[in-house]
């Protein structure tokens, strides 16, 4: 696939030639594969066709460039226009770099859109990422950890001692397992094991015979009796599950947990609807973090970019005007309105917050901004006062699902071992309009469904996260109402001497993936700009 | 299943109480649930009974405690017996504690029993473990990294980014994909999906009435499509497959890769076989490793027990004697035949070494010894140098499943990022009796196979330990003829004042946990006998 996905000139040429190289004399057998039809580890292909600017790339005055928010989208487009020496101004409006790629610790303060601040009482190095907290392997933010020397390190998104947890609803009943924690591990042996016996059967009663010749039939036959573990066909548990007497020395052979609940419960439970998540090519493990916190990226960039020499922070922009032959910026610092002139402008700001300050964009330029939506989610960092997941169930990173509002309980992928803890307690949308206070209470409450009154015990302060309400980012993300239409298509291209950046003007929304595509993508298309006409 | 898997007196009693509390007033919910049959946390229960000594559990003078083995076993009984004050010492035939639980690094040196001796050329900081590699989350093994303070980072047993690689045999036809490395997660995207498919078109065809409600059936297809990402009933690939052409910034939507294979080219590449791994009970992720190695345990218990001052080095045992009121072992040290007489001795030697040694046990155990067989495995790390398979596969720990001689390829589960790095090249007794030097040739072929030409220009330096050639092993791990009969059972008690430990006298066996679990049955066995009986 690496010697097929692009053409030298339409890849990253380092990557690309590293790759043919990885390959080498196996290129036959690829090109055979090819024309198979077979070959594809899509993982490996190009990002994007970007070609990273160098010093002497400008051949004139370097350009000013201002850039507005610090975000992941924001910081990149400075990072990657300073290699060719743009000069670049980022203003920033929170008191630290990062945008949505927040990490939550100790003294940290918020005030939310309803006036409400909350102040972090986390333990010194206990720590939550509110925003983005999970990275593919195959994303470009991995390479930027690579590039700027973020160390990272797993982040547990599947984790076998995990529970799911399905409560009935006003519509929906789940049957037996209704209300009852299951491990990832018991619900995969239980549903893998039905269906398999499921298919097993149905080849046996020649229900397949149209669609599989008598050989396909057989391995079908091996594969389910090995993937779903069954007895002679028949699936009646198995050591998957785990142990009701475990295993131990001398004359401790185990029992296996058992029976298993009924077919009929297990498919009741609709738990198994549950284990697609973790085929997602953007979810699948092995996932990562930045050691110390997802902000650990955009520290990196604020850093590699100049820091407090480049970038303006607690300056919120009240106004864009482009001149003519350039842009001025409009943005208050330290209680004074204060103006920043540049040849170019790169808004990072999400357009939920973009739309309410003054500018002279066009009106077609307004009525785009008009049209995303912020969504709403939100994400609750709870510290405990001891890490009972890790002492009582063993349970070491990874994800709780529940159909509870609370959604999923994300236990800390870091600082194993240690006394104090801190979980996310609910990504939701559910909590938004519940105020601070109680939202603690409610996600407890849920919490305590899953682990029992030990959740309530052990509590010991919490921090949210409201992402429609936090004043910068009015929305978790950006979705765009019918698609990315006519007003997604028009942002992508410049007003005047503005340009738009973020990750909701890429497919990656929600994704540091996204910011950095979209700002590599507005690079080249204004550095194209700028070295062939005058700004 | 905390409250209900053993009663105060039959558990851990610290842990138990705390697990009461855990699930506190849902106490009564739980007791439906295992009316039912559904409960079924079996992670959670206890490992054994054991019931750790303190000070002041002898009451008389501290009996002498021979333990022969500085592994895992011979340190966890002398770190035991140590909390109530017994006199241990110590004998290990190698430079360093550990046994086959073994990190290689720069400049360890190795002589197998053909007399052919290896140093490691490592780059220092880089390493692998020959031995056991993993720890699932509810081994005995994390409990005792928690109570040494030994830090654990995840191993990646099972990852998105590895490969599956089938190659035909003399024997079987794989098909289309013969010869392909296809990724963990295409893989299961096809496998799935057709599967899915299958069980959707048996429901479809009222195949599976007999077995279903028509409630069940609807259940039961929603299921399929999920799980296998479904197109009204059809697999027909999806993005779980991951992209023939990225999505990015701006406008590129990305293109899904595919098609997939057939189903037929699917079900023949027998590739679905291999998934059952994940969900091992000691298999399936979160799997841990101590960071730095995982000698890194031995190494801490080793300290623990008051290091050189309880434990002698390059002091193999010759002899053991019963004398009636003890016991006396005989070993070298520094050139010179010594003895060590202790009114106890515990024996953790395997019994592939044990048995060749001088004893008077009786003849009973001389034949139980002789029954166990040493199994063939052995490990090579490669180091490359350059992480190749990060930078140009993104693949950051994990495996690479195959039917080759080379069995799996494990990257490594530390360092990311690093320039060079360790893999496991082979995990296999394919090679032990390949002569050293050309391990490597026969390893790097192979891997060549998944990875082309760059596994060969990277190549730097290997090791490998083949474990019945290891003269302290002689076998990887211990297997018993016709299961665990007559001679199990035999070396379960002691011969006169000798007692026997190991991972081999536990349904643990090759698992640090097996090692524990025996350490901390003879520990009991022995402190009953002591403080019931004079020596």
Redesign the interface.
């Known amino acids: ?2 010697a097929t ?1 692009g053409t030298p000139d339409g890849v990253s040429r380092r990557r690309f030639l ?2 043919v ?6 290129t036959a ?1 690829y090109g055979t ?1 090819e024309a ?13 066709t970007f070609e990273p600017l160098r010093e002497g790339d400008l051949n004139g005055a370097a350009p000013k460039v201002a850039i507005l928010g610090a975000g992941t989208a924001g910081l990149t487009v400075a990072y990657e226009l300073g290699k060719a020496g743009y000069d670049c101004h980022v203003l920033e409006a929170r008191s630290k770099p990062g945008g949505r790629a927040m990490t939550i610790r100790r003294g940290d303060r918020l005030t939310d859109t309803d006036g409400v601040t909350q102040v972090c009482q986390f333990d010194q190095g206990q720590y939550y990422n509110a925003g983005p907290s999970r990275i593919p ?2 994303h470009l933010t ?1 390479d930027y ?2 590039e700027l020397g973020v ?4 982040m ?1 998104n ?4 995990g529970f799911y947890y399905h409560e009935n609803t006003t519509t929906t009943d789940y049957g ?2 209704a ?3 299951v ?1 990832h ?2 619900a ?2 239980d ?2 094991g039905y ?1 398999c016996e ?2 097993a ?2 080849v046996d ?1 020649g ?2 015979d149209e ?3 008598a ?2 039939a057989e ?2 036959v ?3 009796s ?2 779903g ?1 069954l007895s002679g066909g028949r699936y009646v548990g198995n ?16 029992v296996v ?3 298993p ?1 009924s ?3 297990v ?2 439970s ?1 738990l ?2 549950r ?2 998540f973790e ?3 953007d979810q ?3 996932m ?1 973090q930045p050691v110390g916190g997802m902000d650990r990226i955009s520290a990196a960039l604020a850093d590699a970019v100049g820091g407090r020499r480049r970038i303006t922070y607690e300056a919120p922009v009240t106004a864009i005007t482009n001149t003519g032959d350039g842009v001025r910026v409009s943005y208050r610092s330290n209680g004074r309105a204060r103006t920043l002139d540049a040849d170019y402008c790169v808004v990072t700001i999400p357009p939920m917050v973009l739309r309410n300050l003054s500018s002279n964009f066009s009106q077609a330029t307004k009525d785009a901004l008009a049209v995303p939506v912020g969504a709403n989610s939100g994400r609750m960092g709870i510290q405990f006062k001891r890490r ?1 997941w890790e ?8 994800v709780t699902h529940t159909n509870l509002d609370v959604s999923g309980i994300y236990y800390p ?1 870091y600082g ?2 240690q006394r104090t803890g801190v979980l996310v307690g609910y990504y939701s949308g559910a909590y938004t309009n519940i105020p601070v206070p109680d939202r603690a209470t409610r996600a407890v409450e849920q919490g ?1 469904k899953i ?4 959740y309530r ?1 052990e509590y010991d302060n919490s921090f949210s996260v409201a992402w429609p309400k936090e004043p910068y980012s009015l929305g978790a993300w950006v979705s765009w109402p019918g698609g ?1 239409g006519a007003a997604y ?1 028009h942002l ?1 291209q410049p007003d005047g001497n503005v340009y738009f950046a973020g990750d909701h ?4 929304t929600a994704w540091q993936n ?1 910011a950095f ?2 700002a ?2 507005v690079v080249t298309d204004l550095h194209t700009r700028a070295t062939t006409t005058a700004p």
Chains 1, 2 share one sequence.
């Not at 160390?151 to 797993?154: D, R, S, V």
């Open positions: 696939m690496e996905a590293r790759r190289g990885a390959v080498g004399g196996a057998l594969m198979l039809g077979l070959l594809a580890s899509p993982a490996n292909a190009e990002q994007d392997s195959h991995i950890c690579r160390a990272i390190e797993p547990v599947a984790n076998a001692q037996p397992l209300s009852t924690r491990t591990r018991q995969k042996a549903v893998y269906i499921l298919l059967q149905a009663q229900a397949l669609l599989l010749n050989q396909d391995r079908l091996e594969l389910a090995s993937l573990g050591n998957r599950r785990g142990y009701s007497e475990p295993r131990g020395a001398g004359d401790q052979p185990g947990a058992g029976p609940p077919m009929s419960a498919l009741q609709q198994g609807t284990f697609a085929f997602g090519f699948a493990m092995m990562w009972f002492e009582d169930f063993d349970i070491y990173g990874g992928s194993y071992f305590v682990h029992g009154e030990v015990e990315r298509q992508l003007l890429s497919y990656y996204g595509l979209s590599r993508k």
